[in-house]
């Protein structure tokens, strides 16, 4: 088990994924607050770096592309302090983190985790119901059902169509864009059949939102618990929340399943394990563990 505890939060790992629980101390970001805890699948993962600076570093999480709805939505567009995947170390934390990227390292290795892109979410998104205000409506999302009511300062094109109301069925994609300079961000629903594109203020499936405030950061978690139950991008058209918890349990806890892993992929992973520690990129300690959890698969039939 690693454990890295800063005023961020508080990252573990236990193996088989990252577990991430947000600071509550004054100034961590709503945004990682209101998300709250939650699991990152090992399988999720496509590395981890800790960068230094002058005054502890940075450790930052890379997420395969596609296995977050939240970072599927936002496209990359979250500020670093509301980012759930990176947190700020302090000089007296350095080691710690040092320690925790290279477990998390070393497993991915032993796993063999592929780095590419996901074609299923393996988060489940946001917890509903949430409720997100921008600057000319609110949006609420309970899971079945997106509904828009206007503020005063509404334009009147929006105030024409009057309030929104879209069950998921009648939606094909989530939008939600930071605002960049004097250009307005905003969260956008995409429905069947609808082809126009307006600006957000004149836009009866938007809201128009100004910067990333504090109070403003559950848009894109609303945005995200809907792209989670949403068709994936890149997958087969299949609602994506029906596939983001269906991990499979490990092999040797299903009943008459057989073993993940035979003896001959067992033998190749000790090669290549040999290999790499051969060719100086395993260090003595890290090949004697990894070889360990090979050879305890291997003697428990995977």
Not at 123 to 146: K, M, N
Not at 155 to 163: A, L, N, Q, Y
């Amino acid at each position: 088990m690693a454990e890295l505890m800063v005023r961020d939060g508080t990252w573990s790992f236990d193996g088989e994924s990252v577990r991430i629980v947000p600071g509550r101390e004054r100034g961590v970001h709503k945004l990682r607050q209101d998300l709250g805890e939650f699991t990152v699948p090992l399988a999720a993962l496509a590395g981890l770096a800790y960068e230094p600076a002058r005054k502890g570093g940075r450790l930052r999480l890379r997420l395969r592309d596609g296995a977050d709805p939240l970072l599927q939505v936002t496209g990359g567009g979250l500020p670093d302090d509301a980012n759930p995947y990176q947190i700020a170390v302090d000089p007296r934390r350095v080691e710690v983190a040092e320690y925790f990227v290279d477990a998390v390292r070393q497993a991915l290795m032993l796993e063999q985790i592929p780095d590419g892109p996901c074609d299923r979410y393996l988060l489940p998104g946001p917890s509903v119901p949430l409720s997100a205000a921008g600057v000319d409506g609110i949006a609420t999302f309970d899971g079945e059902r997106v509904q828009i009511e206007w503020r005063w300062n509404t334009s009147e094109t929006k105030r024409h169509w009057g309030p929104r109301d879209f069950a998921l069925t009648d939606l094909t994609a989530v939008e939600w864009r930071a605002a960049a300079g004097l250009e307005s961000g905003y969260l956008r629903f995409r429905t069947q059949g609808g082809t126009e594109r307006h600006k957000p203020e004149h836009d009866p499936n938007s809201i128009e939102l100004w910067g990333f405030k504090k109070e403003s950061g559950t848009t894109a978690l609303l945005a995200a618990a809907v792209a989670a139950r949403l068709p994936h991008p890149s997958g087969d058209g299949a609602p994506a929340a029906a596939a983001a918890p269906a991990l499979a349990p490990p092999a040797q806890e299903t009943a008459g399943a057989a073993p993940a892993e035979d003896h001959d992929a067992l033998l190749r992973r000790l090669r290549e394990l040999g290999d790499l520690h051969r060719d100086g990129i395993l260090t003595e300690a890290e090949f004697t563990a990894a070889k360990a959890a090979v050879l305890q698969r291997f003697h428990t039939g995977g």
